[in-house]
DNA sequence: GCGCCCCTGTCAATGGCATTGACAACGTGA
DNA sequence: TCACGTTGTCAATGCCATTGACAGGGGCGC
C-alpha cells in the first residue's frame, strides 16, 4: 500500500497534480456530475486526469476498490448535509424524510456514480455516526433500540433502493427511455374504458408519475414515515 | 464454410429448433436462472442456442429490445402466479402484500435479467389488467381512485426497487461481496461502546439484516402498509 | 556521495462485450 | 427458372477492464 501521497504543491510546476486517491477520487465525481458524464470509465477517468488510463492502478487494485472509495465519499457528503439539522428543532418525522431526500440529491447529482454506489457500502466513520444518530432520533421518538436499528435500515434501504433505480434509468439511453414511454402512452391511449375504468379515470396521474421519479419516491416515503407513525402510535397508547 | 446448422431442412431434423424470438427468450430465461448465469451476453445466448450469437440480431434489433420482451415474460408470469387468488378471501393487505412477493421472486430467480429488466416496462396486455386490479383492491378498500393509482405505483416501485437492488448485489463478484463483509464486520468490532451505545445495542441485529434482503424487503413493505392502512383508517374516520 | 530499489507512470497487449456489414444457404412466389 | 427476402454465419470495429513489461526518479543504506 502506498503511503500518503506527499503533498506537492511546491514549486511553479506547471505539470498536473500528482496522483494521488484524493486527487482521482474527485476527478472521478467530476465526471459523475458532468451531463456527458454517463459512464465512469478508466479511458474517461484518464482524460480528466490527463494522465494515462492505467495510472489509477497505481493507486485502487481495480474498479470496486475505487467504487468502495466513492461510496465512502458519497455517504460523507450526504452525512455532512445534516449536519446542521437538529432533530428536535423539526421532529422525529421531518428529520427523518430530510436525511433520505440528502442521501438522494447527492447521489442523483452523479448517477454514472449512484449507479454503481448505491448498492455498496463502506461502513465507514461518519457513517456508523450517523447511524447511532438515526436511531438515537427513532429511540427517542419511542421506538426500542432494536426496532429503531429495523427502522433505521429500512429507511437506508428504501432510499438507496430507490436512488438507485431513478439513476439506472436517467443513464439509460434516450432512445431506449422513449420505447419505454412510447409504451406507456401507447398502452394508455389505446386501453378500452369499459374494460379498465379505473386505469382509465386515473391515467393522467399514472402517466405523471412514470415521469416524475421524485414523487413517487416522495409518496412512497411518507408512507413509510405513516408506518412508523402508526407502529409509534400503537405502542404509545399499549403502554398507558 | 456455412456448415449444415441445421441437419435436414426439415424432416427428421434435431439438430436444434429454428430460432424466433420465442425460442431466444426461453434461452436468455435460461441463462438468467442458472447458477454460473452470471450475466446475459450474445456469446453466452449463443452458446445456450447452439447458435452463432450475431443470429439473435435477427429477431431482436438490439439487446435493449430483448430485454423489453424479458421485461414482458417477467410482468405475465408475474401476474399468473397471482391468477387464484382472491383478494376478497385474504383481504387487501395481505393480498398487496403477496402481488409484491410473487414479483420478487419471479425476478430473483434469474437475478441476471432482473437487473436489466427491473427499471424497464413493457406495458403489456396482463400489465395493464394488473394494474386494474390492483388499483380495484386498494378502492374497493376505501381510497379514491386517484389515491390507489398512487398508492399502486409507490408498491411496485418500491418492490422493483428493492428487486433491483438485492439482484444487484447478488451478481457481484463474490471477491467484491466479501469486501463489504469485511468492512461492516470490521466496522462492528472495533466501535468503542461508550461512543455508539445504540448500535453496539443492536450490532447484533443489524449484521444480520445486512445479510438478509428479504427480511429487510419484508419488513419496509410492512411499514409501507401499515402507512396505507393508517391512511384508510384516518379517511374513515373523518368520513364518520 | 554512490548505487539500488521501489514508487509512480506509461505503453502495448489480451480477452470480453455489443454491434455492423458482407456474404452464403434456403425457400418462395413470379 | 430465377430473383429476392429471410435466416444464419463470419470477420471486423470500437469500447471496456485488466495485466505485464518497461522507464525515470527519489529516497535509503552504504
Redesign the pocket.
Known amino acids: 500500500m502506498?503511503?500518503a501521497?506527499?503533498e506537492s504543491p511546491k514549486g511553479g510546476s506547471r505539470r498536473r497534480a500528482?496522483?494521488s486517491r484524493e486527487v482521482i477520487i474527485e476527478a472521478a465525481l467530476n465526471i459523475g456530475s458532468k451531463e456527458g458524464g454517463s459512464?465512469?470509465?478508466?479511458?474517461?477517468l484518464?482524460k480528466e486526469l490527463g494522465?494515462?488510463?492505467?495510472?489509477v492502478?497505481?493507486?485502487f487494485?481495480?474498479?470496486?476498490e475505487l467504487v468502495v472509495a466513492l461510496t465512502d465519499r458519497m455517504v460523507t457528503e450526504s452525512v455532512e448535509r445534516m449536519a446542521g439539522v437538529e432533530p428536535d428543532a423539526v421532529g422525529w418525522r421531518e428529520w427523518l424524510r430530510r436525511v433520505a431526500h440528502s442521501i438522494r440529491s447527492v447521489y442523483l447529482d452523479r448517477p454514472a456514480i449512484a449507479v454503481l454506489a448505491a448498492s455498496r457500502t463502506a461502513a465507514s466513520k461518519s457513517e456508523t455516526e450517523s447511524v447511532e444518530r438515526i436511531i438515537g432520533v427513532l429511540h427517542g421518538a419511542g421506538l426500542p433500540v432494536v426496532e429503531a436499528a429495523e427502522v433505521y435500515r429500512a429507511l437506508v434501504d428504501l432510499t438507496l433502493a430507490f436512488t438507485q433505480y431513478s439513476a439506472a434509468w436517467s443513464l439509460l439511453d434516450p432512445e431506449y427511455q422513449s420505447r419505454d414511454e412510447q409504451a406507456w402512452a401507447v398502452g394508455y391511449a389505446t386501453l378500452p374504458a369499459e374494460r379498465f375504468p379505473l386505469v382509465h379515470a386515473s391515467a393522467a396521474r399514472l402517466l405523471e408519475l412514470t415521469r416524475d421519479d421524485a414523487a413517487v419516491f416522495e409518496y412512497t416515503l411518507g408512507l413509510f414515515l405513516d408506518g412508523v407513525q402508526a407502529r409509534l402510535a400503537g405502542r404509545q397508547g399499549s403502554a398507558t
Chains 1, 2 share one sequence.
Not at 487494485?61 to 470496486?64: A, I, M, S, T
Open positions: 502506498p503511503r501521497a506527499t500528482a496522483l459512464a465512469l470509465t478508466f479511458s474517461r484518464g494522465a494515462d488510463p492505467t495510472s492502478y497505481r493507486h487494485r481495480d474498479k470496486d
